[in-house]
């Protein structure tokens, strides 16, 4: 596993992170098989680990702190989100100050930690983004409960005020083979001393159209989400079904090394729910992508622009 420093804030991270979210953290899917892949992910040089509070309705957060529990996480960066938190089925939003702390020093109590490594603000709009809120983030700092604030959208126009803001350290965006229009913002934020993470690195699989490989309780579930949420990436990712037949490396491996061959990005963070694909995925540190590859990508992007 490689590293790249996390911007300006000081820290260095996995150039791969483990996302904790998702199917991951509902309690149909295996306790055991879920701290597995985390102790696992860990093993392989992992120092990034991202979950948030209103992630998988609510339970991620507390299955990662059981993960931890008895290891050193002095190596870790562990990242959560406020912001949203979830309740009676439904992901809620407050972004009052108020909020964020209690959302923070909660997050803190379910991971069984002293201090987070980053805390993001999920998905603010650029009217929540309010001076207390700001103010509030460097008083978490100042009393030692986050090492770094940031900013998780995928909203061009709040990613470039965060990049404004003293106060945030990263911003995670959408960036991946379908999102080449990322890629100003990433060297604005880089320009900046922002850490950027990559969310979505692998397209949510549509590159290999997952949505049409239903082996088990979570393809489905994933398979769901996507045709309710992104069907313009599903029709769009079969443009790049090539990545899956390049020689030496898979299709995920060649989405992630994408993403890595940007030096704005810190880190890209991938989610699985198996181990098989967690070690395919961990193995793209430190690939390059083939010129031909990159050249084939480039012409597909094209045609959708």
């Known amino acids: 596993m490689l590293y790249r420093p996390l911007g300006a804030t000081g820290l260095t991270v996995s150039e791969i992170g483990f996302g904790c979210a998702s199917f991951w953290g509902k309690p ?9 892949l985390v102790h696992a992910a860990i093993e392989a040089g992992v120092t ?8 998988s309705g609510g339970q991620a957060e507390p299955r990662l702190g059981r ?55 999920h998905g603010p709009t650029l009217g929540e983004l309010t001076e207390d809120l700001i103010a509030e983030l460097a008083t978490l700092k100042a009393r030692g409960l986050i090492r770094a604030a940031g900013v998780n959208s995928f ?37 900046a001393g ?42 769009a990712g079969a443009r790049f079904s090539f990545l899956h037949r390049l020689r030496g490396m898979t299709g995920s491996q060649a989405a992630l090394a994408y993403v890595l061959a940007n030096r704005g990005v810190s880190a890209a963070v991938i989610g699985t729910t198996r181990a098989a694909h967690l070690h395919e995925d961990l193995t793209a540190s430190g690939m390059a992508l083939p010129a031909e590859a990159a050249a084939r990508i480039a012409e597909a992007q094209s045609r959708a622009s």
């Open 28 to 36: 149909v899917f295996s306790e055991r098989q879920a701290v597995g």
């Open 48 to 55: 990034l680990l991202d979950t948030g509070a209103s992630y």
């Open 67 to 121: 993960a931890l529990k008895g290891r050193d996480v002095s190596r870790l960066v562990i990242a959560s989100k406020a912001g949203t938190y979830a309740q009676g089925g439904k992901v809620l939003r407050d972004f009052s100050a108020a909020a964020v702390r209690e959302s923070t020093e909660r997050s803190l109590r379910n991971l069984g930690i002293g201090a987070l490594g980053l805390l993001q603000l």
């Open 155 to 191: 909203d061009p126009a709040v990613v470039e005020a965060a990049i404004a803001l003293a106060q945030i350290d990263v911003v995670m965006i959408d960036y991946n083979v379908l999102r080449p229009q990322r890629e100003p913002l990433i060297a604005r934020a880089a320009a």
């Open 194 to 235: 922002k850490g950027v993470l990559a969310g979505m690195p692998l397209a949510m699989g549509h590159t290999a159209l997952k949505v049409a490989n239903i082996r088990g309780p979570q393809d489905f579930w994933y398979a769901a989400r996507g045709l309710a949420r992104h069907r313009a990436e599903v029709r």
